[in-house]
């Protein structure tokens, strides 16, 4: 598990992913890019939904960002104290008839609206609790996938050879976690962080 508290700023927004990323691929080997592509645009979305919603108007907020890395899913967990919403309350997002002329199909896109869409359309769970009484709002975001026989850790199908992480600006070259089977024990390594 991997776990980091970033401020609630856009600029922290490629940090997140690349923890992400970062700890998916801890054992050397990049995430197939269907994974890793669905990875980004759905951490990205919530992020901006928690900054540039949960925390309108209000300074110094954070994030706290936990990964799991199981055998067959990864779990992203997004904790924050902004302003609470209800998604059943968010207009169910319809996309465009693309069977429909180019002008029609282009001029019924939205501005704005899609980020739920978008974090369901990418992931295989999506689940949200309102914070109440002094307790955080938590998205939880889940993606299955194939893992090789006997690796009870990481993900292995499709997978490549890692190189260093790099990506915003940002340089991220490991990140150890805690086996939860046997806690002594760190998978990856310390990890190193720092601004190119």
Do not use: C
């Given at each position: 598990?991997?776990?980091?508290?970033l401020p609630?700023q856009?600029?922290f927004?490629?940090l997140?992913v690349t923890a992400?990323l970062?700890?998916v691929?801890a054992d050397g080997r990049?995430?197939?890019?269907h994974l890793?592509?669905?990875l980004?645009?759905?951490?990205?979305e919530?992020?901006?939904?928690i900054v540039?919603?949960?925390?309108?108007?209000?300074?110094?907020?954070?994030?706290?960002v936990?990964?799991?890395?199981?055998t067959?899913?990864?779990?992203i967990?997004l904790a924050?104290?902004?302003?609470?919403?209800?998604?059943?309350?968010?207009?169910e997002?319809t996309?465009?008839?693309?069977?429909?002329?180019?002008n029609?199909?282009v001029?019924?896109?939205?501005?704005?609206?899609m980020?739920?869409?978008?974090i369901?359309?990418c992931?295989?769970d999506?689940?949200?609790?309102?914070g109440a009484?002094?307790?955080?709002?938590?998205?939880?975001?889940?993606k299955?996938?194939?893992?090789?026989?006997g690796?009870?850790n990481?993900p292995?199908?499709g997978?490549t050879?890692k190189k260093?992480?790099?990506?915003?600006?940002w340089?991220m070259?490991s990140?150890g976690y805690?086996?939860?089977?046997?806690p002594?024990?760190?998978?990856?390594?310390?990890g190193?962080?720092k601004?190119?």
């Open positions: 598990m991997v776990r980091l508290t609630a856009l600029a927004r490629d997140a992400v970062t700890a691929g990049e995430p197939p890019p890793r592509d669905a980004i645009s759905a951490i990205s919530a992020w901006n939904n540039l919603h949960a925390y309108r108007g209000i300074t110094g907020g954070h994030v706290d936990a990964v799991f890395v199981g067959d899913q990864i779990e967990e924050d104290r902004g302003r609470g919403f209800d998604p059943s309350a968010v207009a997002y996309p465009p008839d693309l069977s429909a002329p180019e029609e199909a001029s019924s896109l939205r501005e704005g609206g980020g739920l869409f978008i369901r359309s992931m295989d999506v689940v949200y609790t309102r009484h002094g307790s955080p709002n938590v998205l939880v975001l889940k299955r996938h194939v893992a090789a026989p690796d009870h990481l292995s199908a997978y050879a260093e992480t790099a990506q915003s600006g340089r070259r990140v805690a086996d939860e089977a046997a002594q024990r760190v998978r990856g390594g310390v190193s962080l601004r190119k």
